[in-house]
T-cell receptor, first 115, second 113 residues
């Protein structure tokens, strides 16, 4: 099993550009989510999904879109990049059963810089 | 406003010392998890506690869930340089979407040889 994979690992954008961060998991997890991590801020939830065709907003959704067409994939789209979106982005997945089942597995992260 | 407050934010200690990290909230959680993150990597689960008052041990790490299920602590005995990392607590809130976790801001631990 590859677990949770993310691409690209690094990306530099200019203000106003758009791009898609890719995330895939091969563990048949129902729940997938995107976080951004900034110094001193911990992990902040951007969007999440409890299954194919179902998505919802987290704490900081503005400027980002998601879709979940398959169980495996959960891409994050930046519509018009801004310097405030410079951050490290993590994708995570988990089962949604009992609390002991919902360990979140994280990808290696995408380090994004917006100039 | 952060649902889970972690303290301290930074901790720098010598090898062999003991330490405790706290994770507090005014909300009740159905479970509480602790993750550790190393530079350039994603967080990795250390433990999940689900019962009020529960204590779990993982070698030199002791995790406790408060009786009221609103707080948790992580105690490390005789810290080693390999314990260095960012420690994050995360809670599953009663009534929230299954799978959704609320993270604290983390405690950056540095253990010097």
């Amino acid at each position: 099993n590859a677990g949770v994979t993310q691409t690209p690992k690094f990306q530099v954008l200019k203000t106003g550009q758009s791009m898609t961060l890719q995330c895939a998991q091969d563990m048949n997890h129902e729940y997938m989510s995107w976080y951004r991590q900034d110094p001193g801020m911990g992990l902040r939830l951007i969007h999440y999904s409890v299954g194919a065709g179902i998505t919802d907003q987290g704490e900081v959704p503005n400027g980002y879109n998601v879709s979940r067409s398959t169980t495996e994939d959960f891409p994050l789209r930046l519509l018009s990049a801004a310097p405030s979106q410079t951050s490290v982005y993590f994708c995570a997945s988990s089962f949604t059963g009992t609390p002991l089942d919902n360990e979140q597995f994280f990808g290696p992260g995408t380090r994004l810089t917006v100039l | 406003t952060q649902l889970l407050e972690q303290s301290p934010q930074f901790l720098s200690i010598q090898e062999g010392e003991n330490l405790t990290v706290y994770c507090n909230s005014s909300s009740v959680f159905s479970s509480l998890q602790w993750y550790r993150q190393e530079p350039g990597e994603g967080p990795v689960l250390l433990v999940t506690v689900v019962t009020g008052g529960e204590v779990k041990k993982l070698k030199r790490l002791t995790f406790q869930f408060g009786d009221a299920r609103k707080d948790s602590s992580l105690h490390i005995t005789a810290a080693q340089p390999g314990d260095t990392g960012l420690y994050l607590c995360a809670g599953a809130r009663r009534g929230s979407t299954l799978g959704r976790l609320y993270f604290g801001r983390g405690t950056q631990l540095t253990v010097w040889p």
